[in-house]
T-cell receptor, first 113, second 110 residues
Framework: ETGVTQTPRHLVMGMTNKKSLKCEQH?????MYWYKQSAKKPLELMFV???????ENNSVPSRFSPECPNSSHLFLHLHTLQPEDSALYLC????????????FGPGTRLTVL | SQQGEEDPQALSIQEGENATMNCSYK?????LQWYRQNSGRGLVHLIL?????REKHSGRLRVTLDTSKKSSSLLITASRAADTASYFC??????????FGEGTQLTVNP
């Protein structure tokens, strides 16, 4: 256990559905991240939050909408997704700076039909 | 182009052998980190080596860093079947994010 939990672990949704991914960290960290991991591609950083403020949006399409209500919780709201959005979505946290050691959750395996 | 690129992409060895994975990067770094990922799971941090360090050990892991060649290597000694996983190096870019390579898939056959 890394101290970072993600729910759900698996999600299948249609292109017209709206769903949300949840991440929670119990480490007292101040920074949280969403990554996308597709087969045979490097890990792609999507969003960075520091002290609840979004500090980075890596040109992510607007059909992905993050929310960070506090330093311990991070959500990724999904709507009108495309089949190519199917991937493993990983949440991570770190003490402060993005270059500190990052602690990852187990991921949500998303399949878009 | 990748900041961190691992080599080889895949490595298959027998239990008990040593496994060596390499990482090359392009820009100056403050530190380099190695992570491990079991299939379909999150990444787990293994070791961090700072730019002023040349070698670091943790259990059966040995990491080296050559800043003049902009490269790092991860050595796993006396490998076990449980070491089967993907291994990623991560480097700092622009002081604001970690960039991960595509990883090396290590298979240790019993």
């Amino acid at each position: 256990e890394t101290g970072v939990t993600q729910t759900p672990r698996h999600l299948v949704m249609g292109m017209t559905n709206k769903k949300s991914l949840k991440c929670e960290q119990h480490l007292g960290h101040n920074a949280m991240y969403w990554y996308k991991q597709s087969a045979k591609k490097p890990l792609e950083l999507m969003f960075v939050y520091n002290f609840k403020e979004q500090t980075e949006n890596n040109s992510v399409p607007s059909r992905f909408s993050p929310e960070c209500p506090n330093s311990s919780h991070l959500f990724l709201h999904l709507h009108t997704l495309q089949p190519e959005d199917s991937a493993l979505y990983l949440c991570a946290s770190s003490l402060g700076r993005a270059t500190d050691t990052q602690y990852f959750g187990p991921g949500t395996r998303l399949t878009v039909l | 182009s990748q900041q961190g690129e691992e080599d080889p992409q895949a490595l298959s060895i027998q239990e008990g052998e040593n496994a060596t994975m390499n990482c090359s990067y392009k820009t100056s770094i403050n530190n380099l980190q190695w992570y491990r990922q079991n299939s379909g799971r999150g990444l787990v941090h293994l070791i961090l080596i700072r730019s002023n360090e040349r070698e670091k050990h943790s259990g059966r892991l040995r990491v080296t860093l050559d800043t003049s060649k902009k490269s790092s290597s991860l050595l796993i000694t006396a490998s076990r079947a449980a070491d089967t996983a993907s291994y990623f190096c991560a480097t700092e870019t622009s002081g604001s994010r970690l960039t991960f390579g595509e990883g090396t898939q290590l298979t240790v056959n019993p």
